[in-house]
């Protein structure tokens, strides 16, 4: 099978551009031919490892194909970026313009026999008009649906051609139930499928303890992720011995604010930048307790990664996380319960004291149960990771790529494909 994959950002970076990475890796050893078309900065090459490059094609922001930096579907990357609520109707034209002639051109040279794009936005949105005929499954990640609700106006031109997608992947049972909601898509067309975490990268090794908790953050460090939280929360008991590790990165001032609280920490803070999948494995292998104070999130990953490295795990009780790990706590799981938010990602300003006095506690319970050298739950760990590995987590896409490949009759496909055209 020849799979045509699209992504309007940079993969490789945030976690919808990992899960492209793995589902190609797993294509490959699943014996389909892959290609990749993605938005990317000017200078960005994907690795041969990982993508041959003449299986590559990109749209190029900075001033190639577009001048201006790419538009990430978070408005806060790990990278330099422009945010799509500031995109005037010229700036969108000329968006949607680059794409359809770097579609148009994937479409015409690789001759696919499915598309997966991933985002329920304008490039997916753009994919069906082009090759409407072509079974097309798209990957929603959560962040497309905060765009539908900060861009209303370019939400409601792109839906009629979103419903017409032959099926949705939805990472959780409350992100399928948002995309009702939010587009009036058929439920019969949106199937929920997780994603996954390397087993190759992510494992257990005995952890020992040395009179330091050693914490840990990865994500972009940003508002939305709740890491202000997170270091006012530690600032509020500097005096217990812990070491918080951060690890990834966004830019300007959302950056900013996060370092110049950590650093009211001083030794207790590590800052390492983005670490790629290797080496953020080796870092959780040395870590304690793993913590995700995120006000909004699809589906957490990194606690999966984080657990199979055999780390506690302190995170707000969202959506995907109950999904994931469930609704009770145990010796490895802490939930924190949000208010009502504000917005879709920003808390009321009069709950910010109580959110982090919770925090603050929840952390000191944790630490005193790793100072009192409390084994991981190694059981629990294997039980709760077990059904999230990248092989099985791929064999269910693979079903949904020949199911739809399967149910369209061979004339409606690109001649040269694995198929034919009358």
């Known amino acids: 099978m020849k799979i045509l994959h699209i992504i309007s950002q940079t993969p490789d970076f945030t976690g919808s551009g990992k899960f492209i990475r793995e589902i190609i890796c797993q294509s490959e050893q699943n014996g389909h031919e892959n290609f990749l078309l993605a938005g990317a900065q000017a200078d960005f090459?994907?690795?041969?490892?990982?993508?041959?490059?003449?299986?590559?094609?990109?749209?190029?922001?900075?001033?190639?194909?577009?001048?201006?930096?790419?538009?990430?579907?978070?408005?806060?990357?790990?990278?330099?970026?422009?945010?799509?609520?500031?995109?005037c109707e010229a700036d969108m034209d000329m968006y949607q313009l680059a794409f359809k002639v770097k579609i148009q051109k994937a479409l015409e040279t690789f001759r696919p026999d499915i598309l997966h794009t991933h985002h329920l936005w304008v490039v997916?949105?753009?994919?069906?008009?082009?090759?409407?005929?072509?079974?097309?499954?798209?990957?929603?990640?959560?962040?497309?649906?905060?765009?539908?609700?900060?861009?209303p106006d370019v939400g409601g031109k792109i839906i009629p051609g979103l419903v017409k997608i032959d099926k949705i992947i939805a990472l959780s049972l409350d992100q399928k139930e948002n995309i009702v909601r939010t587009m009036?898509?058929?439920?019969?067309?949106?199937?929920?499928?997780?994603?996954?975490?390397?087993?190759?990268?992510?494992?257990?090794?005995?952890?020992?303890?040395?009179?330091?908790?050693?914490?840990?953050?990865?994500?972009?460090?940003?508002?939305?992720?709740?890491?202000?939280?997170?270091?006012?929360?530690?600032?509020?008991?500097?005096?217990?011995?812990?070491?918080?590790?951060?690890?990834?990165?966004?830019?300007?001032?959302?950056q900013e604010t996060c370092l110049a609280l950590a650093r009211n920490l001083r030794e207790k803070a590590v800052y390492h930048g983005p670490l790629s999948h290797e080496k953020l494995g080796a870092l959780m292998r040395r870590c304690h307790v793993f913590v995700l104070p995120s006000f909004f999130e699809g589906l957490p990953l990194v606690l999966m990664e984080a657990l199979a490295s055999g780390c506690r795990i302190i995170t707000t009780a969202l959506p995907g996380v109950r999904e994931i790990l469930g609704t009770k706590e145990n010796s490895m799981v802490r939930l924190i319960n949000l208010p009502e938010l504000k917005t879709i990602d920003t808390p009321h300003k009069k709950d910010e004291e109580n959110l982090e006095t919770r925090l603050a506690k929840t952390l000191s319970r944790v630490m005193e149960e790793v100072v009192h050298k409390a084994e991981p739950d190694l059981d629990y760990i294997r039980s709760a990771t077990a059904p999230y590995t990248w092989e099985k987590i791929y064999k269910k896409i693979d079903a949904v790529y020949n199911g739809?490949?399967?149910?369209?009759?061979?004339?409606?496909?690109f001649p040269g494909s694995s198929f034919y055209m009358k």
């Open 404 to 413: 739809l490949v399967l149910k369209k009759k061979p004339e409606t496909f």
């Open 45 to 87: 090459m994907m690795s041969e490892d990982r993508v041959p490059e003449d299986h590559c094609m990109y749209v190029k922001f900075d001033g190639k194909d577009i001048a201006w930096p790419i538009p990430g579907m978070s408005d806060v990357m790990p990278y330099p970026s422009t945010v799509f609520s500031s995109l």
């Open 184 to 254: 009036g898509a058929n439920p019969s067309r949106i199937q929920v499928i997780s994603g996954g975490y390397n087993e190759a990268c992510f494992f257990y090794e005995p952890k020992p303890f040395e009179g330091t908790v050693e914490l840990l953050y990865a994500g972009k460090l940003s508002t939305v992720k709740g890491v202000p939280w997170l270091l006012k929360s530690l600032d509020r008991i500097k005096d217990r011995p812990f070491r918080l590790h951060m690890a990834g990165s966004s830019t300007g001032r959302e």
């Open 124 to 151: 997916s949105a753009l994919a069906r008009s082009l090759a409407p005929d072509l079974p097309m499954v798209t990957t929603c990640h959560g962040t497309c649906l905060r765009q539908h609700y900060l861009c």
